[in-house]
Antibody, heavy 122, light 108 residues
Framework: QVQLVQSGAEVKKPGASVKVSCKSS????????IHWVRQAPGQGLEYMGW????????DYAQKFQGRVTMTRDTSATTTYLELRSLRSDDTAVYFC???????????????WGQGTLVTVSS | EIVLTQSPGTLSLSPGERATLSCRAS???????LAWYQQKPGQAPRLLIY???SRATGIPDRFSGSGSGTDFTLTISRLEPEDFAVYYC?????????FGQGTKLEIK
């Protein structure tokens, strides 16, 4: 069965960096894009960007450009989200999400990781 | 960036009633690239509808999606107790692949 398992909760100080991992299993890792979405406490969903595991190519929402890097390790079937220069408003649950494919067309975000809480506090 | 506006913000209904949730886009979205998700407290979102009207695997047929262009609708034909949650629409037409702000469906 498809699973995305994320790393555990993190507490960081303002100005620090955080790196969250997302291990994929149960499907061909290089066959699906992985996206990252975050959710601040009590708020809605915010899209951050994607990575193409086959090539390592990535694209980020403009809001995060310069502060975010998405990478992958194909041998470990794991993707990573690094966010730098953390601020208090980066406190959120971060989700990795698999992009579904239905007959080679977009099939929504079909599998989600369990989420990783990142708390930024002095 | 495409902005998605969902209405109403909160919808209060009783089990057995019909729910109609709206999602309006600031510019046209190809129908293949509009999805709906359900989120319950403490859980990750769950895909309900993709391609504006196709149900995801395992989603009951009381959930249906419709619409095109800038106006999309999620309909729940007869509410079950487990359907009370927050619902989000999402577009995949243009990056960033934005979400609406959500509609909270609560028990009346």
């Amino acid at each position: 069965q498809v699973q995305l398992v994320q790393s555990g909760a993190e507490v960081k100080k303002p100005g620090a960096s955080v790196k969250v991992s997302c291990k994929s299993s149960g499907y061909t890792f290089t066959g699906h894009y992985i996206h990252w979405v975050r959710q601040a406490p009590g708020q809605g969903l915010e899209y951050m960007g994607w990575i193409k595991p086959k090539s390592g190519g990535a694209d980020y929402a403009q809001k995060f450009q310069g502060r975010v890097t998405m990478t992958r390790d194909t041998s470990a079937t794991t993707t990573y989200l690094e966010l730098r220069s953390l601020r208090s408003d980066d406190t959120a649950v971060y989700f990795c999400v698999r992009e579904g494919l239905i007959a080679q067309t977009w099939g929504g975000f079909d599998y989600w990781g369990q989420g990783t809480l990142v708390t930024v506090s002095s | 960036e495409i902005v998605l506006t969902q209405s109403p913000g909160t919808l209060s209904l009783s089990p057995g009633e019909r729910a109609t949730l709206s999602c309006r886009a600031s510019q046209s979205v190809r129908s293949n690239y509009l999805a709906w998700y359900q989120q319950k407290p403490g859980q990750a979102p769950r895909l309900l509808i993709y391609g504006a009207s196709s149900r995801a695997t395992g989603i009951p047929d009381r959930f249906s999606g419709s619409g095109s262009g800038t106006d999309f609708t999620l309909t729940i034909s007869r509410l079950e107790p487990e359907d009370f949650a927050v619902y989000y629409c999402q577009q995949y037409n243009n990056s960033p692949y934005s979400f609406g702000q959500g509609t909270k469906l609560e028990i009346k």
